[in-house]
């Protein structure tokens, strides 16, 4: 007898619907010595039909004699189902339980339902889905026979769904209430609450005991709704991108179609590149989000991975993000075991990482850690060979990469459409009196504005930016002047975010050192004068052409070493400057601006910038110069300094040329 019951109760926690059937009879010879620990939240059914009338048996009296009975001990199934998720398992069990026609076991799955409905952790779909059950059952559609009182019990449960605030699920109850009156059948009369959701148990003693099996779908639920309920993010452009970094700019692609095709495709990788700012996280958060909400029980579970913040992604990346999230090592062996993921990898440059992820941890192999894997990283910082860290090692072949398993995009910058678009959103969050076209008019006007906020961030500094300096400005031909000082503004905010984003990264210890001498020394003032002396050199190295191609090995001796070698102090200042796209072109009009700025230093005539070359055939660079002037005093007097030099100094012809131009 003992053994008959172990294994009753063996089938209902394996979440068996053929063996809760076959297990009933035996179950309710057991369930009152074992109700007290299998409980599961059906306690309440000892009042919920208190004040129906003549409908009442569950009264405080008699339920423990109900125990006993067949139709309560399948609500304890039903119960589990719901908690583990098992929502299909669920309905299989209300629609061909041999109780099912048994008053007490439709009132009490009715009430099931309604909670699932009411109960905002699960999603949209599945709540009106509760509803819409609810509806075929009142019907008779689903083979129950159904007494008067149940059908107001349905009645009743969807007048509380109803007044919810949520609108679909409401919605959808007040459209079913209105059609199923019809009728003439009415409310039940008296109060009878629904529970925001069916309690969990503080502990499995029995469940643990029979078969150990976690409860892990109803904290995914958990973690769903958390993740679902932290995604705040004010403007959301779709970002387009193009195949790889070799690709022509004008062979583009909306990102997340590509997304949507590698995630029912075969591949197991895909690199998502970009420079900074171009909204990198950004996507992944709402790739995230978009993925939580189309999460169902049983299907891939996508995980948002900040890098920097992991111990050892090399090794335990998805072991660690989901003790992150409190999951037990019990819960991540079964996960990893039996489910797939969709991880999505932030930062690995900021992470300083070398390694292939996805070899490292053997991802798809021998059966378990079944994973779609995204990797974002900067564009300047790979290297030739970037892509041996990411594609993936052909199996059973560890020497040998499988091409066709690795997809790669990187972002484009943002379009005029784009920009404009963005714009439209962003209005309505900011409390400012400018409405889409004043942002737009002046983006437009100010000369190369445009150009330079191709980028979500700077798009965003700009549009933060733009009324406090154009305020008071009605003059539009001053707006050249303007240009120049969000420059300086752009350059300033820029350093302050890649200081704070350093200071946040897991440096190695010669790196954390030197990072901590440039902080101490002052990191945008350093950084400020790095980037002046990089425009300086590309200027007179390479005429001002803003491509740079370095090579450690043959480029040791040469100027660019200066700016590109691996020591760490250049290192760390490159990685936080506006020019750090090497080997990438660089819009023209970006590159002067920086360096512009170091035209007055005190250099000796014979390195002064405006010896070098005459300036007329850079007319760009002129009006820059020329709206610095009207900002800066000391700059102006710098030029007037050098033509009165000129007329004792026959070296300084060319400066003083220069600034006679620019004046």
């Known amino acids: 007898m003992a053994a008959a019951g172990l294994s009753a109760v063996t089938n209902v926690f394996k979440l068996d619907p053929a063996g809760l059937f076959e297990s009933l009879e035996s179950l309710q010879k057991l369930a009152e010595s074992m109700v007290g620990v299998v409980t599961v939240g059906i306690e309440g059914c000892s009042t919920l039909r208190q004040g129906a009338g003549t409908t009442v048996r569950a009264t405080e009296g008699n339920f423990d004699a109900m125990k006993k009975r067949s139709w309560y001990l399948a609500l304890q199934g039903t119960a ?23 008053v007490n076991f439709q009132w ?35 083979g129950w026979k159904l007494q008067e009182d149940v059908k107001r019990w349905i009645l009743t449960i969807l007048l509380q769904i109803s007044g919810l605030e949520d609108s679909l699920t409401k919605d959808r109850a007040l459209v079913l209430l209105k059609a199923l009156k019809r009728n003439g059948v009415t409310e039940l009369s008296g109060i009878f609450p629904l529970r925001v959701r069916l309690p969990l148990p503080a502990s499995f003693p029995l469940l643990t005991r ?41 062979n583009l692609f909306l990102l997340m179609d590509k997304v949507e095709e590698f995630l029912v495709g075969d591949g197991q990788v895909m690199l998502i590149l970009g420079d900074s700012g171009a909204g990198k996280s950004t996507f992944n958060r709402y790739l995230e989000y978009l993925l939580w909400q189309r999460y169902k029980p049983g299907g891939p579970i996508p995980l948002f ?13 998805i072991a660690e993000q989901l003790m992150e999230y409190s999951f037990s090592e019990s819960q991540i062996q079964e996960l990893e075991q039996h489910r797939r993921f969709i991880l999505i990898c932030d930062g690995y440059d900021e992470s300083q990482l070398l390694t292939n992820l996805h070899t490292t941890n053997a991802l798809n192999q021998e059966g378990k850690r079944d994973a779609k894997l995204f990797i974002t990283c900067r564009t300047q910082y790979l290297g030739h060979d970037y892509r041996d860290r990411f594609v993936p090692k052909a199996a059973d072949q560890y020497h040998q990469a499988a091409n066709d398993l690795f997809q790669e995009a990187v972002i484009a910058p943002l379009s005029k459409d784009q920009i404009e678009l963005y714009v439209e959103k962003y209005v309505p969050l900011e409390p400012t009196t400018w409405v889409k076209k004043d942002y737009m008019d002046k983006l437009t006007i100010i000369p190369n504005l445009m150009d330079l906020v191709m980028n979500p961030f700077l798009l965003t500094l700009a549009l933060e930016t733009l009324p406090k300096v154009v305020e008071g400005k009605t003059d539009l031909s001053r707006l050249r002047v303007i240009r120049v000082e969000l420059f300086d503004k752009f350059v300033k905010h820029w350093l302050g975010v890649n200081k704070r984003r350093l200071q946040g990264q897991k440096l190695k210890d010669e790196k954390q050192e030197a990072l901590q001498v440039l902080l101490t020394d002052g990191f945008e003032r350093n950084g400020i004068d790095f980037q002046k002396k990089l425009a300086v050199a590309i200027f007179r190295e390479q005429d001002g052409r803003p491509i740079v191609e370095y090579s450690q090995f043959r480029d040791k001796a040469t100027w660019k070493n200066e700016f590109f070698s691996t020591d760490v102090f250049v290192t760390l200042q490159r990685e936080a400057c506006l020019l750090s ?23 000796s005539v014979g390195n002064h910038l405006l010896s070098t070359r005459n300036l007329v055939p850079e007319p760009s660079i002129i009006q820059f110069l020329a709206e610095r002037v009207q900002v800066q005093h000391a ?15 026959p070296g300084a012809s060319q400066a003083a040329a220069n600034a006679i131009t620019i004046l």
């Open 581 to 603: 796209r090497v080997g990438n072109q660089t819009d023209k009009e970006f590159d002067p601006q920086v360096y512009l700025g170091s035209t007055g230093d005190n250099l």
């Open 108 to 142: 009490g799955v009715c009430r099931q339902l309604g909670e699932i409905a009411f109960d905002q952790l699960w999603d949209d779909e599945t709540r009106q889905q509760a509803v819409d059950f609810l509806g075929d059952l009142y019907g008779c559609n689903t």
């Open 210 to 250: 029979v078969q150990e099996t976690p409860k892990v779908e109803y904290d995914l639920h958990k973690l769903k709704m958390q993740r679902i309920d932290r995604y705040k993010q004010g403007v959301y452009i779709a970002p387009w991108a193009k195949p790889s970094l070799q690709a022509p700019d004008d």
């Open 635 to 649: 700059f102006k007097m710098h030029l007037l300094a050098l033509i009165e030099l000129s007329k004792s100094d």
């Open 80 to 102: 589990l189902f719901i908690r583990q998720g098992r929502l299909h398992d669920f309905k299989q069990v209300a629609l061909q339980a041999p109780c099912r026609n048994n």
């Open 305 to 317: 991975i900040n890098l920097p913040g992991l111990e050892r992604p090399e090794k335990n990346l």
